[in-house]
């Protein structure tokens, strides 16, 4: 069964500009949560979605938004960059909530 | 809300040398414990978790866990690591029902040496 895979793997910005992660987690896992990992703040809950509803978000600002589809996969959107929103921002699935959650390998995002 | 602290932010090892990776959580309520390793440029990959039941807990690699409730904690142990051990470990910990909002200790990066 193939895993998380997220997209793209690596990005470049420039402050202001808005940006698009994708997330396709594992067959059959409806669960999908969101974590920005950082040198300096380490690895941060964003948000999670379940059954295409927003069910939990972390400490972080109006900027940061998601979604997630009718199959489960998920995006998260970032607008108007600022350099410190550079990350590795890494998606995990699980079958449902409160199950042991599977990471995909993270798109690392550079904001110049 | 929950908390973890990893209390050392490196462990240099010798190979063949037994280890332990030490991780206390803070919480109001029950939780779920969980220990997972990063390698260089990937993701994250659960080693262990401790849902309820037994106190000891065995993972994949060899690494095994002891949930101790009065000390509030969740050490990691592997009686003789390997180089290919080397890596971030970073302790988790979750609360309560439905709650997917997972907190991270700051990690640390094990580097087994020859």
């Known amino acids: 069964k193939a895993g998380v895979t997220q997209t793209p793997r690596y990005l470049i910005k420039t402050r202001g500009q808005q940006v698009t992660l994708s997330c396709s987690p594992i067959?059959?896992?409806?669960?999908v949560s969101w974590y920005q990992q950082t040198p300096g703040q380490g690895l941060q809950f964003l948000f999670e979605?379940?059954?295409?509803?927003?069910?939990n978000k972390g400490n972080f600002p109006g900027r940061f938004s998601g979604r997630q589809f009718s199959n489960s996969r998920s995006e998260m959107n970032v607008s108007t960059l600022e350099l410190g929103d550079s990350a590795l921002y890494l998606c995990?699935?699980?079958?449902?909530?409160?199950?042991?959650?599977?990471f995909g390998p993270g798109t690392r995002l550079l904001v110049l | 809300a929950q908390s973890v602290t990893q209390l050392d932010s490196q462990v240099p090892v010798f190979e063949e040398a037994p280890v332990e990776l030490r991780c206390n959580y803070s919480?109001?309520?029950?939780?779920?414990l969980f220990w997972y390793v990063q390698y260089p440029n990937q993701g994250l990959q659960l080693l262990l978790k401790?849902?309820?039941?037994?106190?000891l807990v065995k993972g994949i690699n060899g690494f095994e866990a002891e949930f101790n409730k009065s000390q509030t904690s969740f050490h990691l142990r592997k009686p003789s690591v390997h180089i290919s051990d080397t890596a971030e470990y970073f302790c988790?910990?979750?609360?309560?029902?439905?709650?997917?909002?997972?907190?991270f200790g700051a990690g640390t990066r094990l580097t087994v040496k020859p």
């Open positions: 995990a699935s699980s079958l449902a909530r409160q199950e042991t959650q599977y």
């Open positions: 979605y379940f059954s295409e509803t927003q069910r």
């Open positions: 919480s109001s309520v029950s939780v779920y």
């Open positions: 401790y849902l309820s039941g037994s106190t």
């Open positions: 988790a910990v979750s609360e309560g029902y439905n709650n997917n909002d997972m907190r």
């Open positions: 067959s059959g896992h409806r669960s």
